[in-house]
């Protein structure tokens, strides 16, 4: 009796325990589906790689298609590294020359060894160093065209990349339906309640925040390298647009958080304007999330720092899209002769 007294209690605990980390497991594995990781036809060893160094050399959102088109092309993804007919040469067909100046040592497996073009993570970071100072993620065809000189190139690179980009965000909205609470992409963290502006424009998520105010800073980060426009686009709420305005950010952020959020569109996930967002959600402030509105403007606030599209006001990165910015923004902004409205979401 002893016995079976003992397994029962075992039983008790454990399987109790088991669906936890069950549940933890589903959980982690549907927001593995989010961004970049859920790209038909790009090898999933390579994605992380990809998606790093767009952001180390902030190419943009769409950084990662990009380099994963180029190393398609060039060397189906690793599998020919022999010299091209031109001398190009590695795992992403680099000449010599571009690489003796761009090279980059970036193999977190093989820390302060030499650049090696057949190295995956040095040869992927060292295209994206070259990219960027080649006019990406400005001018796409130029860096490009300074990649390989060829028009057919260009063509085909970016057409591979948009299929990427576009199959990615079909693969989030097909699997998840909606973004799910507590689903942060790879982003830094720091510890406690606040959040951080770090140097290279990124945002610190705050370790000890709610799992919602955790995903729209990490839904925000997505967006932070995106130009300024006020065009409405079918779906530029569940796939990175290369341009967002006050509100159609500040909407992004809400809706990948899985936050309701004012839609012009709800079937085509299209953002409203700063009016819609001006009775959005509860009478505020909040304590964690504060949505700011007039009928001019829209900013979000998240955990002590501020997402706007102020363009007046000096970012990292350069632009007028929306950047990450500290609280200190604050006192001149609602200075600026809008009647503002604070309202959080219904909780935070």
Known sequence: MRRVFVLGLALAILLPLLAVLLAL?????QCGLVGPGSAPGVPANLLAI???AAASHHLGPSGWAYLAAIN????SFGHDLSVSTAGA???????P????????????ANPGAPPDPDDPWDAIFTAARYLQASGAPGNWPTALYAYNHAGWYVAQTRQLAQHY???AGSAISAVIGVPQPGCVTAGPTTPGPAARVLPDGLAAIPQDAPAQVQAAIAAGTRIIDTSYSQERQPN?????MSAYDCSGSTDFVLYNAGLNTPQVDVGHGIAGDSTLLETYGSPGPGHWITVYASANHAFIQIAGIVLDTAHWTPTTPAGSGPRWQPASILPSQLADGNTWT?????GL
């Open 236 to 240: 530029m709420l569940t796939t990175v």
């Open 97 to 108: 020359a571009t690489w003796s100046q761009y090279q980059v040592s970036a193999d977190p």
């Open 342 to 346: 604070q309202r959080p979401p219904p």
């Open 50 to 52: 990809f998606e790093q």
């Open 165 to 167: 980009a576009q199959t």
């Open 72 to 75: 398609q092309i060039e060397t």
């Open 89 to 95: 040469i590695g795992w992403m067909q680099i000449m």
């Open 25 to 29: 497991a589903r959980s982690q594995a």
